[in-house]
């Protein structure tokens, strides 16, 4: 394959914007060569400016469960345009979403909407620490809920890629008050809550997606719902990732366990930049103008993201649309389990990660001593097969309802002609 056009956009591009990325998990830095530039996005597939196609695993990194440019959504922001872009008022459409939402958590009693995972997860973790009165935050190494200062401290996702410490410009006294523990460590999380009075709350991704894909072990989540409940401290499910995509109910309802708050984004924005918080009532009417906790947002619950998401969850809720995608996800899941015994293969419904390790992973400790270099020649070996999957070891993969069997057994082919040749 030639890559001419986006190597010499490339080019142009580091002279335009940093690292000529408008994100630095784009970069391809860990995998080597230079990102590709995207024409167009079909179903399941990209197209990049010099006509090679791909079958897409990145899906706009979450957002695109129903494929690229699905007719129903695109049809449906056609409409909306013609009615205007933005408001900076009050819109039915917020209401239509919201309730959607509801529906399929019924643990976000109200809900807030934001532009961004990053303005959910730091928003709700001011509104944990206004309604506890308590100061201190437990994050997990490893996970990644966003660029907020406080929560840049033992990351995952582009600060794990790129090898960064905690990021320059974040200040000690933003960080004083966020606790780590290792994901899965149940022990490490109850020794934190002895040692600390002042816990707030406790924020996790219940299916990690950041540092590859990590699954929670068994007791683990309902782990954090006894120990936080014991301590009067709120459980906070980042599900920005995994809402809608491990469950219909999200990560909540895949594995029983209820949250105080919850954080969304990717999926119900249908592709449009978008994020939400809720949670319980009496919690979620802290937040300003039912009470004193501000936050706010001109572009929170625009109509073009609305209408992205209305159509997304409308048409994801419809019968058989989730069991195909298990389907399918299964089937993926299978093919990659039989790459080798030092593959590691784990999978939460839509979304599916791998790591060139003899041991299974389990926390971001075990995740950071899987084989980079080999899966950097595995990734540059799929795209030259036309499968394209995140340009980093520490990013999940997603499947989309355009994805078929077709697309899947293609992929596992390439998957193993590309170990084969590597």
Known sequence: MSHETSERLFAEATTLLPGGVSSPV??????????????????????????NRYVDYVLSWGPLILGHAHPRVVAALAEALRKGTSFGAPSPLELELARLIREAMSSLELVRFVSSGTEATMSALRL??????????????????????????????????????????????AVADTLTASYNDLDAVAALFVAHEDIAAVIVEPVA?????????????????????????????????????????GAQALYGVTPDLTTLGKVIGGGLPVGAYGGLRE??????????????????????????????????????????????????????????ADVQVARAGTMFGLFF??????????????????????????????????????????????????????????????????
């Open 26 to 51: 784009r970069a391809f830095k860990a995998v080597g060569g230079s990102p590709l530039f995207i024409e167009r996005g079909e179903g399941a597939y990209l197209v990049d400016v010099d006509g």
């Open 128 to 173: 944990a620490r206004a309604f506890t009165g308590r100061s201190k935050i437990v994050k997990f190494t490893g996970c990644y809920h966003g660029h907020a200062d406080l929560l840049l401290v033992q990351a995952g996702s582009g600060v794990a890629t790129l090898g960064l410490p905690d990021s320059p410009g974040v200040t000690i006294g």
């Open 209 to 249: 997606g950041n540092m590859g894909l990590v699954l929670p072990e068994p007791g683990f989540l309902e782990g954090l719902r006894a120990l936080t409940s014991a301590a009067g401290a709120l459980l906070v499910f980042d599900e920005v990732m995994t809402g809608f995509r491990v469950h219909l109910g």
């Open 283 to 340: 919690i979620m009417e802290l937040v300003a103008p039912a009470g004193p906790v501000y936050q706010a947002g001109t572009l929170s619950g625009n109509p073009l993201a609305m209408t992205a998401g209305v159509e997304t969850l409308s048409a994801l809720a419809e019968p058989g649309t989730w069991d195909e995608l298990e389907r399918i996800g299964a089937r993926l899941e299978a093919g990659l389990a039989t790459l080798g």
């Open 357 to 422: 390790s003899a041991l299974p992973v389990t926390s971001w400790e075990r995740a950071r001593q899987a084989d980079t270099t080999r899966f950097a020649a595995f990734h540059r070996a799929l795209l030259e097969r036309g499968v394209y999957l995140a340009p980093s070891q520490f990013e999940a993969g997603f499947l989309s309802i355009a994805h078929g069997e077709a697309e899947v057994d293609m992929t596992i082919a390439a998957a193993r002609d590309a170990l084969s040749q590597s």
